[in-house]
């Protein structure tokens, strides 16, 4: 399989991804941090960019794409509106944005956005950590994976990838990843 582009497993609880997107690094910063623009690759949800702040994050994943084929019935869910909270772990414009993910029942994971300069390009380094188990990162892998792949088309003017269908194949590759022995 090719990596390019595959989230890499840095812990047992934990998975990075790597982009390379087209600048200058303050609009990336903006599409991470900007309701409207989030809206168009993840989810909105005003966000005051100071730590401890709480802020939520309105999903309505089909949406994301013009592409409106629903998710099998496994995913059917989170085919719906749904709101998640977080909080603002920190936040340094424009290169460092880390907040919390979940909770309910057990402690939140961690998301971190990171923003550096390459060139006339923008390096984005997106970690999730602590990450319960192998079916929660096989989830969040493919999650991230896809809402960046639609970060990249709509940086590039480009037509998005089908959500769910594009979700649906990266979870299959994933379960093949992260659940294949280790050596």
Avoid at 74 to 91: A, G, P, W
Avoid at 93 to 101: G, I
Avoid at 128 to 152: P, Q
């Amino acid at each position: 399989m090719d990596d390019s582009g595959y989230g890499e497993n840095i812990a047992e609880d934990s998975i990075r991804f790597e982009r390379l997107l087209p600048g200058p690094i303050e609009r990336v910063w903006a599409f991470l941090t900007e309701s409207d623009k989030r809206g168009l690759w993840l989810a909105p949800g005003a966000m005051e960019m100071r730590q401890g702040t709480s802020f939520a994050l309105h999903f309505r994943n089909t949406g994301l794409t013009p592409d409106k084929t629903p998710p099998s019935e496994r995913f059917r869910q989170y085919d719906r509106s749904f709101t998640t909270q977080h909080q603002v772990l920190r936040c340094e414009p424009p290169h460092l944005l880390a907040w919390t993910w979940g909770g309910g029942n057990e402690a939140p994971s961690e998301v971190t956005f990171e923003l550096s300069e390459a060139g006339d390009q923008v390096r984005l380094v997106v970690t999730h950590r602590r990450l319960a188990d192998d079916d929660t990162r096989i989830t969040v892998a493919s999650g991230w994976h896809t809402h960046l792949a639609i970060l990249e088309n709509v940086l590039q003017g480009e037509r998005p990838v089908p959500f769910w269908p594009t979700f649906e194949r990266l979870e299959e590759e994933y379960r093949c990843r992260i659940t294949s022995p280790r050596s």
